[in-house]
């Protein structure tokens, strides 16, 4: 009977280790993402012991099958068995770790309520760390090609053409968070930020995937490109990405 019961509690799915904290002596609770349930806090029991079998499974940035018993506060985590080991080739590099620390940060954020989303939110991520830790393209323009992606999930997809309050076909000269990306002189708010021409190509290829424009970019809209991004982002989600201030701009 006890064993229907805990069959009855169980289930599974796919999911990439967002963070993770100490609990007692041996465990601990692990932030997820998952391919179907959302965004799951779920305690690890016994992972910070040298005889774990599948502690190393459940580190930041790893993409895990996991199987999940249902608990009166926090699910338990009972099988991890590890998809993608992105974990081990970010870690090894301090640029790539940070842009992942960032975008792990964003997707918490981001799924922390939304569970509609989560599944497009769970595919993003997913791929923007496979390509981190095969480093395809330069870390910083891949996270903020994920960030540009992940806000547009949200509900907030910027504008880097027509004017994004009026509709005014572009290109436009300014730039403003809080109405939705470019914007024309007559919608202008006093202080919008004028980005070069070429930065704003710049973003228009990161959130479309035009990774051909986007390699070929120099540094110095790169640079621009960054500011705009991490203001429009935390503008929208109305708190500071911590780990955004330690990706450093080249």
Request: proline share 4%; aromatic share 6%; net charge neutral.
């Amino acid at each position: 009977m006890s064993n229907q019961s805990f069959a009855a509690r169980t289930y599974r799915d796919d999911a990439v280790i967002l963070r993770t904290h100490k609990l007692g002596e041996a465990d601990r609770i692990i932030t997820l993402l998952t391919h179907r349930h959302g965004q799951l806090r779920a305690v690890a029991r016994g992972v910070r012991r040298t005889s774990s079998k599948f502690g190393a499974r459940l580190e930041p940035f790893m993409v895990a099958d996991l199987q999940l018993a249902k608990g009166r506060t926090l699910d338990i985590v009972t099988q991890a068995v590890a998809k993608a080991s992105y974990g081990d080739a970010i870690a090894a590099n301090y640029d790539r770790y940070v842009v992942a620390a960032a975008m792990a940060e964003t997707a918490e954020r981001l799924t922390d309520v939304d569970g509609e989303t989560s599944t497009a939110h769970y595919l993003l991520l997913v791929g923007a760390l496979a390509a981190l830790s095969r480093g395809a393209h330069a870390p910083e323009l891949i996270l903020d090609s994920y960030l540009l992606r992940a806000v547009s999930i949200a509900g907030w997809a910027p504008s880097f053409g027509d004017c994004a309050r009026c509709g005014e076909p572009g290109p436009h000269g300014a730039f403003n968070a809080a109405l939705g990306g470019a914007v024309c002189p007559d919608c202008r708010p006093p202080g919008s930020p004028a980005p070069a021409p070429l930065t704003m190509a710049l973003l228009a290829s990161l959130l479309s995937g035009d990774w051909a424009g986007a390699d070929a970019s120099e540094i110095i809209h790169r640079r621009e490109a960054a500011g705009l991004v991490a203001g429009y982002v935390q503008w929208h989600l109305e708190r500071t990405v911590r780990s955004l201030k330690l990706v450093e701009r080249v």
